[in-house]
Each structure stands twice: as C-alpha cells, then as structure tokens.
C-alpha cells in the first residue's frame, strides 16, 4: 500500500469559510493504515484554533471513501501480539480518530463515492453530514471478522438509523448496504449521481457557510452533547470487548479467512 496523502484546503471561495480535506492513498482503497489514521486525525486537529472556517469537507476518491482499517499492514497485525494493556493502548488510535472529527467545532460534511466499510464507516457517522454517489456501498464487516464494531460508531449509528437497522447492519456483516438503502435507514442525507458527491456536499457547505458561525456552532455542539450523551461510556466499554474479542481464535481464523479469501469457520472461542 502507498502512504497516506491528506491533503488540506482552506479559504474556499465563496465565503472563505470552507475547507476540503482529501484522503487518497493512490490505490482506489483507502484502507486506514495506522500512518493514515495518525494523518486524518492530526487534519482534524488542525482546525481546533480555526476560527475562518466554519465548514469542512471530507473526500475520499472516485472510486472508494475508505476500504476500512488496514488488516495487512504489519503494523495493525501487531497488535494482537501485544499484551493486554498495550493492546488497549494501540487500540486508541482508531477511536481517537473518530472522536476528533466528531468534536470540531466546524459543521463537517462527507462526501462518498465507491465503497465505505467498516471503518470507514466509522469515520463517516461521525461527521455531521453524509452525501454519497448512487453506486456507493457500504459494509460493516467486523463481526464476519470475529471483533466487534468499534470506535465510538455503534452509538453514533443508532442516533441515526435505530437499534434494528444499526444491529442488521452491524450483525449481518457481509450484507452489502447500496446508496439507496443507505438513504431509506438516514445512514446518510443525500443521494446524487456518481461522481457529485463531493460537488452536492461543496453545495451544502455553501449553504451552511453563508449562517452566522457562533450559532451554527453553538448549535451543532448542543445537538451533539443531547445526542451523545451516553456515547463515552459505550466507547469504553467497545474497546475493552475489542480488545477481547481479538484475543479469540474466532478473530483469528475470520482475519485468515478475509485474507486468504474463503469462507471462515467460527467455533466460539
């Protein structure tokens, strides 16, 4: 796999207050590997003392948002061999990432083409808003894995879909969720032709950039702080049966299984 490219732009016209940030690793997967985690989370820092922006987009490619965490990078393939308490230490990384787009005081939009899974999907519930191309799909494959869903995603998807579309799309996990269905369970807000997501999200961003900041913030944060008010304990919880749950040879013989492309066999332990 290449390194990650996030790539940061700032001041976009009309009003000056839009940003775009563009994930592209050049493979058409963008899977999350732990240099590309570190990479999206420190672009959402970056917008903490940024008081010009009042909008940020978040882009994948044409042909994929992001394949998911990186199962055959070496680095994500350690931690498994780590004992307990570093484990629940490199395990931070992902939650980390998505709590940092959670938490911007900009209204953040995201723009799907191609395929969003796993955790990719965990990047995208946590954004306030998701436009995708027809042809998107998604997927939460964790469970086929033998791991549960994690980092923070599992409440933010039932904020928006409920608990019987969040436990049918994280339980049936090879389930592919195309763009429609997607928009019929509020997993996302809108549905354009391929190739306008990131056009219909820039759209929306104008929208939203044209409203006076201080209340769009005030109210986004007031929104999210009701909303989520359980989510870190839910959070903490997740982590540890993660953590867990990667100990099991179930986690074991799903990720050999994924890897080698045949159908896993699960025993329960």
Same mark, same amino acid.
Request: net charge neutral; with cysteine; proline share 4%.
């Given at each position: ?23 592209? =690793? #050049? ?8 240099? /590309?985690? +570190?990479?999206?989370?420190?672009? !959402? *820092? ?32 350690? =931690? #498994? ?8 230490? /490199?395990? +931070?990384?992902?939650?980390?990432? !998505? *709590? ?170």
């Amino acid at each position: 796999m290449s390194e990650p490219s996030v790539r940061i732009e700032k001041g976009l016209e009309p009003q000056g207050r839009i940003a775009v940030v563009r994930f592209d =690793r #050049g493979d058409n997967i963008n899977a999350l590997s732990m240099a /590309a985690i +570190r990479a999206l989370t420190d672009a !959402a *820092r970056s917008f903490e003392d940024d008081v010009d922006t009042s909008v940020v987009v978040l882009t994948g490619t044409a042909r994929a948002f992001s394949a998911g965490f990186d199962l055959k990078e070496p680095a994500g393939k350690a =931690r #498994g061999t780590l004992p307990l308490g570093q484990r629940r230490i /490199a395990l +931070r990384n992902g939650p980390r990432l !998505a *709590r940092a787009w959670y938490e911007m005081d900009q209204v953040t939009i995201c723009a799907i083409e191609g395929h969003c899974i796993g955790g990719g999907v965990a990047l995208a519930v946590a954004l306030d808003f998701r436009f995708c191309g027809r042809s998107a799909h998604f997927r939460v494959p964790e469970i086929e894995l033998g791991m549960n869903m994690t980092w923070g995603s599992v409440p933010r998807m039932l904020q928006l879909m409920g608990p019987a579309r969040t436990k049918q799309a994280v339980i049936l996990a090879s389930d592919r969720i195309s763009a429609a269905e997607a928009y019929d369970w509020r997993l996302v807000e809108k549905v354009v032709d391929d190739g306008q997501a990131f056009a219909a999200a820039m759209a929306f961003a104008e929208r939203i950039a044209a409203q006076p900041p201080i209340p769009v913030q005030m109210t986004k944060q007031t929104v999210n702080r009701l909303a989520g008010a359980l989510d870190d304990l839910a959070s903490q919880m997740e982590m540890d049966q993660f953590a867990l749950a990667t100990a099991s040879d179930d986690h074991r013989e799903g990720v050999e299984a994924f890897i080698a492309k045949r159908k896993p066999v699960f025993r329960g332990r």
